[in-house]
């Protein structure tokens, strides 16, 4: 079946500092990657949507100059989440999806605790 | 805009005894819907996934059945085990975008 990588699967920074989060499709090609990120005892949360070689789109209240997403292949997409805060502490994952066969695939997810 | 929600948001049972899952969807026009489990502080693994064609998909001593035209599905685990113990979630992919349920913590007691 597909793989998918991601990680760190868990980062610990200070304030202020920048986190990037790789996520990549090792076995096949995702034109499409979607971003979530799970606070605690709440669902999982669509962020952004990404299209390899374009702009990302953004869901509402998520803030595209904080959460950094860059979708260089059809393998690889990077989400830099700049500047963190404690209240960005969450749980991120990426899933690269393959759009023809109307099917996501899930990273293991990245554990991003602000200090 | 799809909306699902699962019931009950928590579920505590004796080891083997059999349960049901429930998850309901606004928008019937999906394409799948699937149903994963997430350990806690782990990523999601997926269970099982029934195309909107299907009515039922089985794995195990997992069924997940699918009615569109209630908006429905379910997942049915039978004689449970105490490494069932997770949050189960359901999701509606009405296109290219998975709408999540709240989830379903089960905890089985050995």
């Known amino acids: 079946g597909a793989v998918v990588s991601q990680h760190p699967s868990w980062v610990i920074c200070k304030s202020g500092t920048s986190v990037k989060i790789e996520c990549r499709s090792l076995?096949?090609?995702?034109?499409?990657m979607f971003w979530y990120r799970q606070f605690p005892k709440q669902s999982l949360m669509l962020m952004a949507t990404?299209?390899?070689?374009?702009?990302?789109?953004?869901e509402q209240g998520v803030e595209k100059d904080k959460f950094l997403i860059n979708h260089a292949s059809l393998t690889l997409s990077t989400l830099t989440v700049t500047s963190a805060h404690p209240e960005d502490s969450s749980f991120y994952i990426c899933?690269?999806?393959?759009?023809?066969?109307?099917?996501?695939?899930f990273g293991a997810g990245t554990r991003l605790s602000v200090l | 805009k799809q909306e699902v929600t699962q019931i009950p948001a928590a579920l505590s049972v004796p080891e083997g005894e059999n349960l049901v899952l429930n998850c309901s969807f606004t928008?019937?026009?999906?394409?799948?819907l699937q149903w994963f489990r997430q350990d806690p502080g782990k990523g999601l693994t997926s269970l099982l996934l029934?195309?909107?064609?299907?009515r039922e998909q089985t794995s195990g001593r997992l069924n997940a059945s699918l009615d569109k035209s209630s908006g429905r599905s379910t997942l049915y685990i039978a004689a449970s085990q105490p490494g069932d113990s997770a949050t189960y979630l359901c999701?509606?992919?009405?296109?290219?975008?998975?709408?999540f349920g709240t989830g379903t913590s089960l905890t089985v007691i050995p």
């Open positions: 899933s690269p999806s393959v759009v023809a066969k109307n099917i996501q695939y």
């Open positions: 076995d096949f090609q995702a034109t499409t």
């Open positions: 990404s299209n390899e070689g374009s702009k990302a789109t953004y």
């Open positions: 928008d019937s026009a999906i394409y799948n």
């Open positions: 029934i195309q909107s064609s299907q």
């Open positions: 999701a509606a992919n009405t296109g290219n975008q998975f709408y």
